[in-house]
C-alpha cells in the first residue's frame, strides 16, 4: 500500500504530525507498504488565483512546488490529511494546498477525467486542537470530505483529538495515541472488506 501523509502543520514533529505517524504505522503493520510525508511547511505552495486555467486542461499553470503533489496525490492508494486546527479551521498551509486541488477539480468534473479509474482508494483527516469547542472540526471535516471526493478517493472518516496544544504533548496522553492505533485498524479493515 502506498500511503502519503500530507503533514499540514507548520510546526516540525507536531502534535497532528505524530498522530498521523501513528496511523500510518499502524496500517503498515498488516498492509505493508510504503509511505510518503508530505511537508507542506517550508513548500513554495501559492494560493489559486481563480484565473481558471486549469478549465481547460486540468493542470494548474502555476508552476511551484505544488507540482510535486498533485504526483504523489495521484499515486497514493491512501491520503492521509493531518492538520491542527486554527479558528476552527484547518491550517494555511494545509487549505493552500487543498485549495490548489481546483485543477484535479477541473479535470473530474469539467474535463470528466478520473484519476485512477476502477481502483479504490481511501483519504482520511488526523486533526488536533488544543481547546474543547462542540464544533471544533466541523469546518475541517466538510473542506476534507469535499477535497477527497475531487480526488475520486472515498472518504474513510476523521481521527479528531481535542485538548493537546504544546509540541509533542499528545506523547503524554497514551489513550491518545491509542485512539490514532484504533483508528487506523479499522481503517485498514476497510481494505480487506
Known amino acids: 500500500m502506498n500511503i502519503l501523509v500530507v503533514l499540514g502543520s507548520p510546526r516540525k514533529n507536531g502534535n497532528s504530525e505524530i498522530a498521523a505517524q501513528q496511523v500510518a504505522e ?18 513554495k505552495i501559492s494560493p489559486c488565483i481563480a484565473c481558471g486555467g486549469c478549465s481547460e486542461t486540468g493542470q494548474c499553470v502555476i508552476k511551484d512546488d ?38 484535479r477539480w477541473s479535470r473530474k468534473y469539467l474535463l470528466k477525467k478520473q484519476i485512477r479509474p476502477g481502483e479504490t482508494r481511501r483519504g482520511c483527516l488526523v486533526c488536533t486542537a488544543a481547546t474543547q469547542g462542540k464544533k471544533l472540526f466541523d469546518g475541517a471535516i466538510l473542506v476534507a470530505k469535499s477535497f477527497f471526493d475531487t480526488l475520486d478517493i472515498e472518504y474513510g472518516g476523521e481521527l479528531l483529538i481535542r485538548g493537546v496544544d ?3 504533548a499528545i506523547l503524554g496522553h497514551s489513550e491518545k495515541l491509542q485512539q490514532a492505533k484504533e483508528f487506523a485498524r479499522h481503517l485498514a479493515q476497510t481494505y480487506d472488506s
Open 26 to 43: 499502524t496500517i503498515l503493520e498488516t498492509h505493508p507498504g510504503s509511505v510518503e510525508y508530505l511537508r507542506l511547511s517550508g513548500q
Open 66 to 103: 505544488m507540482g510535486a503533489g498533485y504526483q504523489s496525490l495521484d499515486d497514493a492508494d491512501l491520503v492521509i490529511l493531518a492538520a491542527p486546527i486554527y479558528f476552527y479551521g484547518l491550517s494555511a498551509q494545509a487549505k493552500a494546498f487543498i485549495d490548489r486541488c481546483q485543477a
Open 166 to 168: 504544546e509540541k509533542g
